[in-house]
């Protein structure tokens, strides 16, 4: 890779990066109460390393993103029919940038169902505001049908 000087450089592609995370869960009754709080700082590329032969392997253009995330949420389960049924909520914000422009937050309600020991049927529906887009409302159902083996 050429540097803006015009000197050529090789070597390892990486950026001094600082995260923690803080989080906390409680469990009682067939009741959750979930909650995680991440922070990151520090710069990142504008594209992933997929393969190191890759061409896009020598770009090392940062990030508009600027050099700090953070990301919270916050899930509550409480059970309808014991072991069997249960509601759930959840925030969840991730803000990819120091500012507010470009956060994305989802507001879901949803259930879950537990056919069997080995089966279980999850629903959610979620409204996303995602400040980053030209219209920043939408609406996400997800369905799941799981397998324990």
Same mark, same amino acid.
């Given at each position: 890779?050429?540097?803006?000087?015009?000197?050529?450089?090789?070597?390892? @592609?990486?950026?001094?990066? @600082?995260?923690?995370?803080?989080?906390?869960?409680?469990?009682?009754?067939?009741?959750?109460?979930?909650?995680?709080?991440?922070? +990151?700082?520090?710069?990142?590329?504008? $594209?992933?390393?997929?393969?190191?032969?890759?061409?896009?392997? $020598?770009?090392?253009?940062? +990030?508009?993103?600027?050099?700090?995330?953070?990301?919270?949420?916050?899930?509550?389960?409480?059970?309808?029919?014991?072991? $069997?049924?249960?509601?759930?909520?959840?925030?969840?914000?991730?803000?990819?940038?120091?500012?507010?422009? $470009?956060?994305?937050?989802?507001?879901?309600?949803?259930?879950?169902?537990?056919?069997?020991?080995?089966?279980?049927? +999850?629903?959610?529906?979620?409204?996303?505001?995602? @400040?980053?887009?030209?219209?920043?409302?939408?609406?996400?159902?997800?369905?799941?049908? +799981? !397998?324990? !083996?």
């Amino acid at each position: 890779m050429v540097d803006e000087n015009g000197v050529t450089q090789n070597g390892v @592609r990486k950026l001094q990066q @600082r995260r923690y995370a803080i989080s906390a869960e409680y469990v009682a009754n067939g009741w959750t109460f979930r909650s995680e709080y991440a922070h +990151s700082t520090g710069e990142a590329f504008a $594209k992933s390393l997929v393969n190191t032969n890759d061409a896009a392997a $020598k770009d090392c253009t940062l +990030s508009s993103n600027g050099n700090k995330a953070q990301g919270v949420y916050a899930l509550v389960m409480a059970p309808i029919i014991k072991k $069997k049924l249960y509601a759930k909520a959840r925030y969840d914000m991730y803000q990819p940038s120091k500012g507010a422009e $470009k956060q994305r937050t989802l507001y879901e309600i949803g259930f879950n169902y537990e056919i069997n020991y080995n089966v279980r049927l +999850s629903s959610e529906y979620a409204h996303v505001h995602d @400040r980053s887009l030209a219209k920043p409302d939408y609406s996400l159902v997800d369905v799941q049908l +799981s !397998f324990k !083996f």
